[in-house]
Nanobody
Framework: QVQLVESGGGLVQPGGSLRLSCAAS????????MGWYRQAPGKQRELVAS???????NYLDAVKGRFTISRDNAKNTVYLQMNSLKPEDTAVYYC????????????WGQGTQVTVSS
């Protein structure tokens, strides 16, 4: 059974930094595009960043230059480094995996809360 387990959320002041981690169990990690989504209260879930198996990354315009997604294929883990955080970054952040080789699986983590407030 595939599991995505996020960690690293919390409360941070504006301008601060957090690093989210998502560890994937099972054998899907190497076959998947990994991503981070977020959902703020009353808003739709949106894609924040994604990274391909070879490490090519894409970002939501609102986070470009502030967030960095990376993956460690040896540890089956994807990271989201978030710098210069703003109150509007407050949301539940979800890890996502979609298989692009050898399967059609689509998996979500349980979510981790990020709150940016003074």
């Amino acid at each position: 059974q595939v599991q995505l387990v996020e960690s690293g959320g919390g409360l941070v002041q504006p301008g601060g930094s957090l690093r989210l981690s998502c560890a994937a169990s099972g054998s899907i990690f190497g076959r998947s595009v990994m991503g981070w989504y977020r959902q703020a209260p009353g808003k739709q879930r949106e894609l924040v960043a994604s990274i391909t198996r070879s490490g090519s990354a894409n970002y939501l315009d609102a986070v470009k230059g502030r967030f960095t997604i990376s993956r460690d294929n040896a540890k089956n883990t994807v990271y989201l480094q978030m710098n210069s955080l703003k109150p509007e970054d407050t949301a539940v952040y979800y890890c996502h995996a979609v298989e692009v080789v050898g399967g059609l699986g689509d998996y979500w983590g349980q979510g981790t809360q990020v709150t940016v407030s003074s």
